[in-house]
């Protein structure tokens, strides 16, 4: 017969759960509950972006190709095309929508072949994916572009980020199209 001494007490590897702290109230019904207001949050950016329907992302993301090849008379994707559209997607990651908005609109010296082919490319996608048709040589249409983009992030910051995830997400189809309609070498 085993002896009772020789069996260790089992302890939980996770300590039980205190529902109710020491003050006698539950978490939740706590006045100024930080915990309470990011689940708030994150349920309004929720539904902001479950707008946002990821099986018409391919569809929305080829048509808008299709429309900046319509519009440029094109039927393939140039190869410099090709790297606005791969550079777009890597700034979107790393800057931001308003930095991509800022970059189209910039009103400097920095001319020259990169700029040239990018800024067509990244107006009409950007433009399309905000509901904006951007001739990418009128000045005012991209000032208006970045202009709803500043205000947006600067009065619905939420907003925003649902659209900069978008943003984020098209770019993937965006890629994908692009090489496509990718001229074979």
């Known amino acids: 017969m085993p002896s ?21 109230k539950s978490v939740s019904d706590r006045p100024n509950n930080s915990q309470g207001q990011i689940s708030q949050d994150s349920m309004t950016t929720h539904s902001i972006s479950s707008s946002i329907k990821p099986e018409q992302m391919s569809l929305t993301a080829h048509a808008q190709i299709q429309k900046y090849l319509q519009t440029t008379n094109k039927t393939d994707m140039e190869k410099e095309d090709l790297n606005a559209v791969l550079r777009l997607s890597q700034h979107l990651r790393l800057f931001g929508l308003v930095s991509a908005v800022g970059y189209v609109n910039q ?7 990169v700029r040239d082919r990018t800024v067509p490319v990244w107006s009409s996608l950007l433009g399309q994916m905000l509901g904006k048709e951007i001739d990418h040589k009128n000045a005012q249409q991209r000032r208006e572009l970045m202009e709803t983009v500043v205000n947006m992030a600067r009065n619905e910051p939420k907003k925003y980020m649902a659209s900069w995830r978008q943003s984020m997400t098209l770019a993937e189809h965006w890629n994908f199209w ?8």
């Open 178 to 185: 692009a090489r496509a309609y990718a001229k074979g070498e």
């Open 107 to 113: 009103q400097n010296a920095q001319e020259g072949k």
């Open 4 to 24: 009772n001494k020789n069996k260790k007490k089992k302890s939980s590897q996770f300590p039980s759960q205190q529902t109710t702290p020491p003050s006698g």
